[in-house]
């Protein structure tokens, strides 16, 4: 029995339980965001029924994020999107509890925020709305797919009211063609402002040390494999502000003694087995049984996908070609979300007849069943012949308007 029917059934409090699903995908909000590793469920349960002083808690994880990233202190956020509003609402407020509780009324304070052009990304929302939630304004400079350093610094030279930048690391971002992080945090720098760094799904942790970021936002439920919560590290001043802002719109974006402890408790324990390999030797297997299971298929090309930002991952690039194959990639990625067991896959490059396979969210023999899945409906299209019938921009409308008929 996987961990996941063990789970759904005995704790699922009444009612229907909610059908569990292979993820194929990675660590997603819309599909419970991470499998929570032991010390971490453990590390929330035992202070869930105890109080204690939040202040202290906070002041608590800031030495051991301290510890884990290089930094010089840290605290732990409901999710990284919020680490990123209450990083641009400290670079406006700093400490200045008047200014806190007035956000997002901005008026009279510094409150630009420049970005890449190409960093505008959506990960569930768009990343600019999480920096106009604290009064901001985002400014982009350059264009989707290029950008100069020349172009950020006459932006910064010839704007009034700048309190930071924005830097986003992540894969939804254009590969090449924007300016290195490296020379982004030096541009602000010069200019004494602060830069707020996305690292939400990475897992360099010591972007802050090595950079001189002054301020970095992690994922607790991603890599980490903590409970939901965003995981702050950088310089002192900047993150004391930020933490002040639970005072301000911070209310509104709380974190739990909970959330607070398993989060460290999922750090500390991913940084002590980080490098021991076992995460890397499975991920090998995983992709040599996938490539082997579906190499042979008509109409399915297979290779491996390293991840292009640095995180020692790699993924399965599974190209359908809808002629031989008989469907669409989309109506593939559709038809495993509905069968059972349910699939998720990576839809990233979907439109253009590609699905990713990520293998970081698997339990033994979960790989298995997922390429079983994928074999079952490629063969079923093939003898019924009802594949290709489902065009892309129908594929997306549906897909919108089930959004829409929820709780239906
Ligand atoms: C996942 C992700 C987010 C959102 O993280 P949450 O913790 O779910 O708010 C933000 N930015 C990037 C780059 C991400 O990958």
Redesign the pocket.
Known sequence: MTADKEAGSAAWPGGPVPAGVLNAAG?M?SLG?SRVRAEAAAAADAISRRFVDIGELQARASEAIAECTGAEAGFVTS????G?ALGVAASMTGDDLSLIERLPDAAGMRSRVAMHAGHA?N??AP?EQAVRLAGAEPVMFGSSTEAHLYQLESLLDGTEGFAAGLY???H?CPREGMVPLGDFVAAFAARSLPVVV????EQDLRVSERLGADYTVY?S??FLSGP?A?IVAGKRDIVRAAHLQSRGIGRTMKVGKEGIAGAVAALRAWVASRGDGTGEARQAEVLALWQDALGGSPGIGVRTLPDWTGNPVDRLELTVRPEEAGLYAWELADRLRRGEPRVFVREQFVESGVLVLDPCCLEDGEERQVSDRILGVLEKAAADGDGRAMPFGEYKRAEAEGALRWPD
């Open positions: 660590t909000t965001a999710c990284s999107a919020a990123v990304v990960y569930g990343i986003v690391v992540s939804h996305d690292l939400a799904s994922s439920h991603k939901t965003g």
